[in-house]
Antibody, heavy 119, light 111 residues
Framework: EVQLVESGGGLVQPGGSLRLSCAAS????????MSWVRQAPGKGLEWVAN????????YYVDSVKGRFTISRDNAKNSLYLQMNSLRAEDTAVYYC????????????WGQGTLVTVSS | QSALTQPASVSGSPGQSITISCTGT?????????VSWYQQHPGKAPKLMIY???NRPSGVSNRFSGSKSGNTASLTISGLQAEDEADYYC???????????FGGGTKLTVL
């Protein structure tokens, strides 16, 4: 059974940093692109970043470029999102998702981890 | 403002059919057959319902179908059931600096 389990969310002050993790199991992690997608409270979905199987390609939404870094450790079946210079508008539930079949299709999602940026 | 435009809400009675539109540009919806649709119930993670415009993942009911014409993609749900009440989001690959864009979401109410 495919499972994605996020962790690392919490309350952080504006300008602070946080590192999210996503533990994958039930599939060959190293064979898939992986993404982070977020959802602000009461709002819609927003794709944040993705990373190629070997980590050689990474893409980001404009609003997080230069502040967030996506990475992966295939030996540990884990995906990460390092978030620096956090802003109030980064407050959201962050989902880890498996890219599948083609760009923009995500067939498995984690349960999400809440990041709250507030003083 | 979301990159893809969806109606904020749609509604229908049990057994009826509804269609949700998703309008983009030639840089996303119109330029590629990489449109997906997701269903999200309150407090739950999204679920992939349609990928590559009109393909259904294994296990998704054939009451759900997708199509595209020009810069607008559509999700049709036939034989509406109470369990279909949820938020629906479209997404597309984009050739802009961002790799993937989502629509703003549509709340489906089953009357």
């Amino acid at each position: 059974e495919v499972q994605l389990v996020e962790s690392g969310g919490g309350l952080v002050q504006p300008g602070g940093s946080l590192r999210l993790s996503c533990a994958a199991s039930g599939f060959t992690f190293s064979s898939y692109w992986m993404s982070w997608v977020r959802q602000a409270p009461g709002k819609g979905l927003e794709w944040v970043a993705n990373i190629k199987q070997d980590g050689s390609e990474k893409y980001y939404v404009d609003s997080v470029k230069g502040r967030f870094t996506i990475s992966r450790d295939n030996a540990k079946n884990s995906l990460y999102l390092q978030m620096n210079s956090l802003r109030a508008e980064d407050t959201a539930v962050y989902y880890c998702a498996r890219d599948w079949a083609s760009p923009s299709s995500f067939d498995y999602w984690g349960q999400g981890t809440l990041v709250t940026v507030s003083s | 403002q979301s990159a893809l435009t969806q109606p904020a809400s749609v509604s229908g009675s049990p057994g009826q059919s509804i269609t949700i539109s998703c309008t983009g540009t030639s840089s996303d919806v119109g330029g590629y057959n990489y449109v997906s649709w997701y269903q999200q119930h309150p407090g739950k993670a999204p679920k992939l319902m349609i990928y590559e415009v009109s393909n259904r993942p294994s296990g998704v009911s054939n009451r759900f179908s997708g199509s595209k014409s020009g810069n607008t993609a559509s999700l049709t749900i036939s034989g509406l059931q109470a369990e279909d009440e949820a938020d629906y989001y479209c997404s597309s690959y984009t050739s802009s600096s961002t790799d993937v864009v989502f629509g703003g979401g549509t709340k489906l109410t089953v009357l």
